[in-house]
C-alpha cells in the first residue's frame, strides 16, 4: 500500500538523476518536489512508528533535497507549458500539506518527550512549565529518551 | 480425612467456576467489534481450605472477580488527542467556509479594487468623457458591493457558529448527564464488590464523547470520576451532572455559563473550543482586517476627492460615504455617495480637460495607504492569512487524528478482544469443565461402591 503511494506521488516520468545540469529546470524542480512529498510521506511514518532511524534518514534526504531544490530554483524557471506550471503548483501545495502535517506531528512528540523527561528526571529535579523547558533539553538525553519510546 | 461429599463439593466448584470463566470468554468473544469494549479476565482463586487435623484439604476454586483489562494513560492521552482533534475539526471546518469569500473570481475584493482603479486610470485618458465618469461610479459601487457581501458571509457564518455552538452545549449536557448515571451504576456494584466492567467501558466511551466536544479534565474520585472543563468548571460530581446553560450577550451571540459563571473564554479545546475559537477570535480578526481596508480605501479616496474639481468646476465631495470614525463595520456599510458621474473631481485645476486629481486617485492603487501597504497588498495578506490558518487548523486536525489513531491501534493491543487467545482460553476451560465432570462421575462411582458395599459382600 504505502509503496504505491510513494510511487504515485513521485513524478511520474522525469528521473533527477537522468537531468544534468542542462535540464530543463521545471521539470527537474517538479521531479525534486515529488521527491520530497514522498521524503515527507515517509517521515511521518517514521515518526508515528517511533523509528529514529528512519526520521533521520529521511531528514537527511529533506535537507539534501531541499538543497537541490534551492540549486534549480537559484538558476530561475521559465514559465513554458501552462500544464506543467500547474502541476508544479499542485505538487508544491502538497508538499507544503504534508510539511505542515509533519510540522504538528513534531510538536506533539515534542510534547510527549517533555512529558516523559520530566518523568525520567525524577523527584529531585524542580517542575518547571513546560514553556520554560523549551531548548533547556540537551540533544543527548533528547535521544535516550527518544530510544525508551 | 475428607469425605467423599467434600471432594464431590470441590469438584463442583470447578464445574461451577469453569462455566463463569467459559461465560467471560463468550461476551469477550461477542463484543469482539464492540466500539470501547475493554476485554475481561476471570481472576480465579483456591478457596479457603479446611484443616482435618493432621492435614490441610483444599476446597476448590472461587471465580473471585471479572476484571476489565485497561490502561488509563493511553485512555487519558485518547482523551486529550481527541479534545485537539475536535477543536482542529471545527476550526478547520469554519475556517474553509471563510475561505470561500476570498477565493479568486469576477467579483471578489481584490479584482474590484483593481477594477476600482482600472476606470480610474481609463478616466484619466478622457476625464470628459462622461461614459468613462459612469465607468468609475460601477466600479465603486461593485467595489462597495463585494466588500458588503463579504462583511455580511462573515457575520452569517458567526451566526451559524453561534447556533452549533448552542447545540454542542445542549449535546455536552446530555453526556454528562449519562456519564453521571454510568457513575452510579459503577459505584453501586463496586460497593457490593460485583464487576463493573460493562459500565466502566460505556462510561470511557461517554467520556471520549465528551472529550471531542469540550475540554474535559477526569479526576478519580473513589469509585466515581469527577469531570471538569480544563479550567475547573465543574461538569460531573460523583452521580450528579452540572448542566452548561448559553446566555445571549450585547453583540447577539450567545456566552457559556457553568453554575452562574461565563466559561466562553476559558474554553479552548474540543469541538465546542474551536467553535468558539473561529467565532470570537477567527472571523471578528477577518472582519476587522476588511473594515481596515475598506475604511483606509474609502477615506483615501474621499481625500483626494476634496482636493479635486468636479466636470462643473466646483469642489469634488466625497465618492464613498464616509465610514464610521472607529472603523467598525466599515466594510458592511461602504456605499457609493454620489450618484451624478459629473461630481468625479478628475481635474486638479478646475478645467474639464484637467486629469490630474485622476492620476492623483490612480496613484492610490500603489500608495501604502493601510499599514503600510498598498489596498491589494493588503487585501493579499488577509487572503493568505485566512489560506494559511486554514491549511494549519486542517494539517492539525489531521495530526490529531494520526495520533488518536496510533493510541487507539496501542489501546486495542492491550485492552482489545484477540479471538485467538479466547479460543484458546474456551479449550482451556472446556478441558477443566470435562476434567471435573470426570471427578464428579468418578466420585459417584465410589458412592455406588460404597452404598452397595453389603450386597456386594453378600
Given at each position: ?32 518536489f ?96 513546560i514553556?520554560e ?17 | ?42 481472576v ?46 471545527a ?51 461593485n ?50 464488590g ?93 472582519k ?51 450618484t ?16 490630474g ?24 495578506g ?30 486495542s ?46
Open positions: 500500500m504505502e509503496a504505491n503511494f510513494e510511487a504515485a506521488v513521485v513524478f511520474p516520468f522525469h528521473s533527477v538523476e537522468a537531468l544534468k545540469d542542462g535540464g530543463e529546470p521545471m521539470p527537474t524542480c517538479l521531479a525534486l515529488g521527491q520530497l512529498e514522498a521524503s515527507l510521506h515517509g517521515s511521518r511514518k517514521a515518526l508515528l512508528a517511533r523509528n529514529l532511524a528512519g526520521i533521520e534518514q529521511r531528514t537527511q534526504e529533506q535537507r539534501a533535497l531541499a538543497g537541490k531544490i534551492e540549486a534549480v530554483l537559484r538558476k530561475g524557471i521559465v514559465s513554458s507549458a501552462g500544464g506543467l506550471q500547474e502541476e508544479l503548483r499542485q505538487s508544491g501545495k502538497r508538499v507544503l500539506a504534508a510539511g505542515r502535517l509533519q510540522a504538528a506531528l513534531l510538536a506533539r512528540a515534542r510534547l510527549k518527550l517533555r512529558v516523559l523527561a520530566n518523568m525520567l528526571a525524577g523527584p529531585s529535579v524542580n517542575y518547571e512549565p514553556s523547558r523549551d531548548g533547556a533539553m540537551a540533544p543527548l538525553r533528547v535521544f535516550k529518551v527518544v530510544s525508551k519510546l | 480425612m475428607s469425605s467423599l461429599n467434600a471432594s464431590l463439593s470441590t469438584a463442583l466448584s470447578g464445574l461451577l467456576v469453569e462455566q463463569g470463566a467459559l461465560q467471560v470468554t463468550t461476551n469477550n468473544v461477542a463484543n469482539v467489534n464492540t466500539p470501547g469494549y475493554s476485554r475481561e479476565v476471570p480465579l482463586v483456591s478457596s479457603d481450605p479446611v484443616v482435618v487435623s493432621p492435614l490441610t484439604f483444599g476446597t476448590g476454586v472461587t471465580l473471585q472477580d471479572v476484571q476489565s483489562i485497561t490502561d488509563p494513560i493511553l485512555s487519558s492521552q485518547i482523551q486529550q488527542q481527541t479534545q485537539a482533534q475536535g477543536q482542529y475539526s476550526l478547520a471546518s469554519a475556517l474553509q467556509q471563510t475561505q470561500v469569500n476570498f477565493t479568486t473570481s469576477s467579483n471578489d475584493i481584490g479584482t474590484e479594487i483593481s477594477n476600482f482603479f482600472d476606470s480610474i486610470n481609463q478616466l484619466s485618458t478622457d476625464p470628459s468623457d462622461l461614459s468613462l465618469r459612469q465607468g468609475v461610479l460601477t466600479a465603486a459601487d467595489l462597495a458591493t463585494s466588500f458588503n457581501t463579504a462583511a455580511n458571509n462573515l457575520t452569517q457564518q458567526q451566526s451559524s457558529l453561534d447556533l452549533s455552538a448552542v447545540q454542542t452545549v445542549g449535546q455536552i449536557n446530555q453526556l454528562t448527564q449519562q456519564i453521571a448515571g454510568l457513575n452510579a451504576q459503577v459505584s453501586n456494584l463496586q460497593n457490593v460485583e464487576n463493573a466492567g460493562t459500565f466502566v467501558d460505556q462510561r470511557t466511551e461517554a467520556i471520549n464523547q465528551l472529550s471531542a466536544l469540550v475540554d474535559v479534565s477526569v479526576i478519580p474520585t473513589g469509585n466515581t470520576l469527577t469531570l471538569t472543563t480544563a479550567n475547573g468548571a465543574p461538569l460531573v460530581t460523583g452521580q450528579e451532572s452540572f448542566q452548561l446553560t448559553t446566555q445571549t450577550n450585547s453583540a447577539g451571540l450567545h456566552d457559556i455559563y457553568s453554575q452562574g459563571n461565563d466559561i466562553t473564554s476559558e474554553i479552548t479545546s474540543g469541538q465546542l473550543g474551536g467553535t468558539l475559537q473561529a467565532r470570537d477570535q477567527e472571523i471578528p480578526s477577518i476587522s482586517q476588511l473594515d481596515t481596508l475598506a475604511a483606509g480605501l474609502a477615506n483615501a479616496v474621499n481625500t483626494v476627492q476634496a482636493g479635486g474639481y468636479d466636470l462643473n468646476g466646483d469642489a469634488g465631495t466625497n465618492l464613498f460615504n464616509p465610514p464610521p470614525a472607529s472603523g467598525v463595520g466599515a466594510a458592511a456599510s461602504l456605499s457609493v455617495a454620489i451624478d458621474p459629473s461630481l468625479i473631481a478628475a481635474s486638479s485645476d478646475g478645467t474639464v480637460g484637467s486629469n486629481n485622476a492620476q492623483a486617485m490612480y496613484a492610490l492603487s500603489s500608495q501604502p495607504l493601510i499599514n503600510s501597504q498598498s489596498p491589494s497588498n493588503y487585501y493579499s488577509i487572503v493568505f492569512n485566512v489560506g494559511n490558518d486554514a491549511a494549519n487548523a486542517s494539517a492539525e486536525e489531521s495530526a490529531s487524528s494520526l495520533v488518536v489513531q496510533q493510541l487507539n491501534d496501542q489501546l493491543s492491550v485492552s482489545g478482544v484477540s479471538l485467538d487467545e479466547e479460543a484458546a482460553n474456551m479449550v482451556q476451560y472446556q478441558d477443566a469443565y470435562q476434567a471435573s465432570a470426570q471427578v464428579i462421575t468418578t466420585i459417584n462411582d465410589m458412592m455406588y461402591t460404597v452404598i452397595n458395599m453389603d450386597t456386594l459382600t453378600v
